[in-house]
């Protein structure tokens, strides 16, 4: 059995999709599968979070933004044969790819508009079958009206043909099932347990608090940042720091004023020192935005990448997220963190201020943490199964 992954970023880039495709494939044989992606990944990055993976990687260049741009106008007018000429070019082109590589199965992800037709269609053609990997809601993530038009025409039927949809948490996963008749897989985010120790309750002798947040930081965290930082010069502890580890470039969250006497900006970093950077702090921050230009679903649907890993590192996490999203539910449900729901800077620095002083509480939460880590994000676990899902032994559940 011999699959493709399709996806428009792969390891090494510094994405959260990037990371977990790199954890799911890694240890997977490289003659076992092919990548391809609308990014050329022959040229060297110094942008690298990962190592390659050891599939062989095939570059299909995206159209430039214009022309896709055109092609949606006209398709929303009702003008189709420039956008299904286009399409039935791409189709072919996939085509070539699985065929000329032996591909018994093809798994497409989110985060192109174009991509998943195109590789259902080539699917079809060759009678293998096609898998949809919803690692951000399809049909939700576009918010221009011509994308709209394009997803409320081809993307459910995407979705219902596919022969497998497999999405990353209980959110998606209702949501999925219930809007689409289907029975989706649930596969939460991969996680390495095996570089993260056992912490130490105290990791540092040092004075002040070390807040910590790794991973990008975009639109859909933006707020959330902005009230922390309110927060932390309400508390009127002159000592404590957010240390932020992001790839993002620093005038862009200067621009959104992610900044201050309080914010220390870092690189983002290999994957190799993302624990031991996280286990060093006294608290980790986790944030999903109040307010955004994303559609609401799309931020109560999210699973960040980083997830699993503060889970797994064992220190106190403080969620910032809404009270709908998946993020805030979950940690919740099993205790694992502090969760402040609503936008109130005030309820934010209280909550900083519990976790600076209740070790018991501390103590509560990070436990709890480790465990729900080993539970639903061991890469180990989630690795075998997702070998049963594309050797086609795994009834959908």
């Known amino acids: 059995m011999k699959f493709a ?3 428009p ?3 090494p880039s510094p994405s959260g999709q990037a990371v977990v495709l790199y954890q799911l494939l890694k240890d997977i044989p490289p003659e076992g599968y092919v990548a391809i992606s609308t990014h050329d990944y022959s040229r060297e990055s110094r942008n690298n979070c990962t190592e390659n993976l050891g599939g062989t990687y095939h570059y299909l260049p995206d159209i430039h933004f214009i022309f896709k741009k055109f092609l949606l106008i006209t398709h929303f007018f009702g003008i189709k044969m420039f956008i299904l000429a286009y399409l039935e070019k791409r189709v072919r082109q996939y085509q070539r790819i699985l065929q000329n590589n032996g591909c018994d199965l093809a798994i497409g992800c989110t985060a192109d508009i174009f991509e998943p037709f195109a590789v259902l269609s080539a699917c079809n053609r060759l009678h293998i079958p096609f898998y949809f990997y919803i690692l951000d809601d399809y049909l939700n993530q576009w918010t221009d009206r011509f994308e709209a038009s394009f997803l409320r025409e081809f993307g459910p039927d995407i979705i219902k043909r596919a022969d497998k949809v497999i999405v990353i948490n209980e959110c998606l996963k209702k949501v999925y099932d ?4 289907i029975v989706t897989v649930l596969l939460h985010n991969p996680t390495d347990l095996q570089r993260y120790p056992a912490p130490d309750p105290h990791p540092s002798q040092r004075t ?4 910590l947040y790794t991973g990008d930081v975009g639109e859909a965290h933006y707020d959330a940042f902005r009230n922390l930082i309110a927060a932390l010069e309400r ?3 002159p000592g404590i720091r957010i240390h932020i580890y992001t790839g993002r470039r620093r005038a862009r969250l200067f621009k959104e004023k992610i900044t201050g006497p309080f914010v220390v900006l870092h690189p983002h970093q290999h994957i190799s020192s993302i624990p031991r950077i996280q286990q060093s702090a006294d608290i980790l921050f986790l944030p999903l935005a109040f307010h955004s230009g994303f559609p609401e679903f799309i931020i109560n649907s999210a699973s960040p990448g980083k997830m699993g890993e503060f889970l797994a590192a064992g220190r106190p996490i403080l969620v910032h997220a809404p ?3 998946f993020v805030s539910w979950y940690f919740k449900k099993f205790k694992c963190g502090l969760v402040v729901d609503s936008p109130s800077v005030e309820d934010l620095a209280s909550a900083i201020r519990r976790l600076s002083t209740d070790e018991e509480l501390r103590k509560q939460i990070s436990s709890a943490a480790r465990e729900a880590a080993f539970r639903d994000f061991d890469a180990d676990s989630i690795r075998s199964r997702f070998r049963r899902i594309v050797s086609r032994n795994q009834p959908p559940v």
């Open 5 to 7: 992954i399709i996806s």
């Open 323 to 325: 009270p709908g999203s």
């Open 9 to 11: 970023v792969l390891p």
């Open 208 to 211: 002040g608090i070390r807040i």
């Open 178 to 181: 219930s809007r689409f008749g």
């Open 235 to 237: 508390t009127g502890d």
